[in-house]
């Protein structure tokens, strides 16, 4: 069974930080592309960030030089570094993993961490 858990949300002033943890069991982590997506009250879920299995990142225009996404395949974790919050950072944060071939299409969610920036 293939499980996504983040963790670390929570609520910041902006200009703070935050990190977050997303810990993965049931698949072959090294494999897959991990996400980091969100999705705000009346928006669409839009890429915060993305890590390839070698590494390869891509962000969101919104957050590059504020966030960092990075990987550890010994613990089955990816991270979300974010720097200099803004109100509009203000979401639900959802963990994806994702892998694509000619045979596998595979895509797995977690359940989601509320991030409110907020004085």
């Known amino acids: 069974q293939v499980q996504l858990v983040e963790s670390g949300g929570g609520l910041v002033q902006p200009g703070g930080s935050l990190r977050l943890s997303c810990a993965a069991s049931g698949i072959i982590f090294s494999m897959y592309v991990m996400g980091w997506y969100r999705q705000a009250p009346g928006k669409q879920r839009e890429l915060v960030a993305k890590i390839t299995s070698g590494a390869s990142t891509d962000y969101g225009d919104s957050v590059k030089g504020r966030f960092t996404i990075s990987r550890d395949n010994a613990k089955n974790t990816v991270y979300l570094q974010m720097n200099s919050l803004k109100p509009e950072d203000t979401a639900v944060y959802y963990c994806?993993?994702?892998?694509?071939?000619?045979?596998?299409?595979?895509?797995?969610w977690g359940q989601g961490t509320q991030v409110t920036v907020s004085s």
């Open positions: 994806n993993a994702n892998r694509r071939s000619s045979f596998i299409n595979d895509d797995y």
